[in-house]
Structure formats: C-alpha cells, structure tokens
C-alpha cells in the first residue's frame, strides 16, 4: 500500500491532481497522524484548524 499525500496548505489527503478543499497542486508524501472530520461546522477541531470541507487530514506535513 502506497503512502497518501497531503496537501501542503489545508493538509486534506488527496488522490487526483488537485486539491479538492483549496485548489493547490502542492502536495507532500511526508505527513504524520490523520484525523477525519466529519462535521466542519460543528466539530471544535476543525474550527481551531480552519477545515471548511469534511475529509480526512494530516497533522503534520513536511
């Protein structure tokens, strides 16, 4: 199983060429933890990290 990608300015994991949460093309295989936020709006952690759209993110990217 290949390592995912990770954007390198909203950190949202991504498959295709661009990132579907901000638009970039900047992505980085170096990320460490994830969390899935399920409710942007609600969810206190996605509020305190900006997330806008419900995904899956990386905690850190490299």
């Known amino acids: 199983m ?3 990608k990770a954007c390198k300015l ?4 991504v498959e ?4 579907p949460s ?4 900047s992505f980085s295989d170096s990320w460490q ?3 899935y936020i399920s ?5 206190q952690i ?4 900006g997330v ?6 990386a905690i850190k990217v490299r």
């Open 10 to 13: 909203c950190k949202m994991f």
């Open 39 to 43: 409710d942007a709006e609600r969810s």
């Open 52 to 57: 806008k759209v419900k995904g899956e993110y």
């Open 2 to 4: 290949s390592k995912k």
């Open 22 to 25: 901000c638009g970039s093309e």
């Open 16 to 19: 295709g060429p661009k990132c």
């Open 33 to 35: 933890g994830r969390m």
């Open 46 to 49: 996605g509020q305190k990290i």
